[in-house]
């Protein structure tokens, strides 16, 4: 559980992360309990510990897992005791102008309940000693057990590891949407990621399943490497980029800093369109022409969330595993304990980790 933000780093000597046993209440109307499998650690975990992405604390984070229902909350429910559920970080109340938008913009109260650490249908679960912890984007996942609304979880078939199921539920869903969603290339288009953490290695997946031919870009040899081995037709570092005017109809920033935005803009071919999903602390400004924006005839598309419906879009994102065209299993660069966490937030800080993924046992 989350104690503190803003803590110095390293993380795994001041320990803002606490390991420690909980109340969890009963699910509710609506929810369910779940017994967590595996929870992966991503850059929206890591932007709440150093203070980038204020949130209320003591929070219990967590956001991308996958696990096995125990318990459904009172009344009717299509979802059975020991079905197997993806959690995802933005619940979708299916009423709100935000998902009438088919993905295009936020649920609104999924965002109000998000931002309050509650869940969709309001309150919080969790409790320390009788004092409330905020839940962390309606998931609460570093744990064993979770209560979450229905509308936070899509059901899979058995067939799906829990580690994939996992990276599913949001670097895959914000990674592959920028190209599923947000833009649609053709197989004559060129793609290329910016930034290859495990949203941004996610893309890349994508667009090759969807038969682009993909630039990779980062500073790092071995996620170059990878992305190589993945499939990627070219692989740069972002100096390589301008000394070599290498460009992309589509471009996807996916590093969530204003280099890595101002780096995928200057890359983007006339026509193109520029696509960020990544997060950056939020008094971060970047510095774009908008005579260039003009004159270059070229787009640029805030995502969130990869503006997935993710009941619509975590199928076919299986369907692709399951046909040898996505593997995800790749993402994931260490397994670790739930003790480990501290030190894991370091390791992705440093920018050395794809997905890291809690297992429990």
Known sequence: MLERIAAAAPFAESEPISVSELELG?????????????????????????????????????????GRVEA????????????????????????????????????VPGSVANNEGELLNGGR???????????????????????????????????????????????????????LNATSPTPADRVMVVGLGGVGMAAVLVGIALGAQVIA????PEKL??????????????????????????????????????????A????????????????????????ALVARAQTI???YLGSAVPARDIPEYVRLWRAGKLPVERLISARIGLDEVNRAMDELAAG???????VFD
């Open 225 to 266: 490497a990878l992305a190589a081995d993945l499939g990627a037709v070219a692989c740069h570092t972002p100096g390589e980029l301008a000394e070599q005017d290498v460009q992309a109809e589509i471009v996807v920033e996916a590093a969530g800093n204003v280099r890595a935005f101002e780096t995928a803009v200057a």
């Open 217 to 220: 870009v980062d500073t790092v």
């Open 72 to 107: 459904v909350g009172p009344g009717d429910s299509d979802i059975a005791v020991g079905q197997r559920v993806v959690m995802t970080f933005l619940p979708r109340c299916g009423d709100c102008a935000g998902c009438a938008s088919d993905g295009r913009r936020p649920c």
């Open 26 to 66: 009963e699910p509710g109307p609506g929810e369910l309990l779940v017994r967590i499998e595996a929870a992966g650690l991503c850059h929206s975990d890591l932007s709440v510990v150093d203070g980038n992405r204020v949130r209320p604390v003591p929070m219990l984070l967590g956001h991308e897992a996958a």
């Open 352 to 358: 050395h980790a794809l997905r890291q993924v809690i």
């Open 268 to 291: 983007t071919a006339p026509g193109g369109a520029t696509v960020t999903v990544g997060l950056p602390a939020p008094d971060a400004r970047a510095s774009i022409s908008p005579l």
């Open 125 to 179: 679960r969790l409790r320390r000693d009788g004092e409330p912890v905020h839940h962390h984007l309606g998931v609460s996942a570093f744990a064993t057990h979770a209560v979450v609304d229905r509308r936070s979880v899509v059901p899979v078939d058995d067939d799906v590891p829990p580690e994939v199921a996992a990276v599913l539920g949001c670097a895959v869903l914000t990674g592959g949407g920028a190209l």
């Open 301 to 303: 598309v805030g995502s």
